[in-house]
């Protein structure tokens, strides 16, 4: 197996409205969402477009704004390039966006993640001493 590089910096303002700029198109969303289902092993830019039935210039250009925002690795493969989706800078965002939740108060936070609907399995544990995550005593 290759080892994983990852392009990993500080998630600042900046960096965020990179990402949300990157991730503006239902195409980048579409690439990014089957990238993180993929997982380590990553997928060559031709079996993307493949996958999701688009052209493969389409692709590229997607995979290339989506690289430079730092969503993505890429490595050379002989003639093919395989793209890992760069799941700690999601990771990263999330944090930077979710960091000073509720001003500080575990509680509310909590209920918050209760109304959720999605997949909460990915997010920072909840402070300790927090009766909603089984650790309050």
Sequence with gaps: ?????LYHRIMDRIHATQIFESLSSGIRLDIYRLL???????IVS???????????????????????????????????????ANIPVMLDLISYLTEECCAGNPDECASFREEAKGNL???????AGNPSNGSFS
């Design 1 to 5: 197996m290759i080892p994983l590089v």
């Design 36 to 42: 993180v289902k993929e997982g380590s092993g990553g």
């Design 46 to 84: 031709g079996q993307i477009a493949q996958l999701l039935e688009l052209p493969a210039n389409n692709v590229s250009f997607h995979l290339k704004a989506m690289t430079q925002a730092g969503l993505l690795t890429v490595v050379q493969e002989g003639r093919f390039q395989r793209y890992r």
């Design 121 to 127: 399995s990915c997010l920072p544990p909840l402070p």
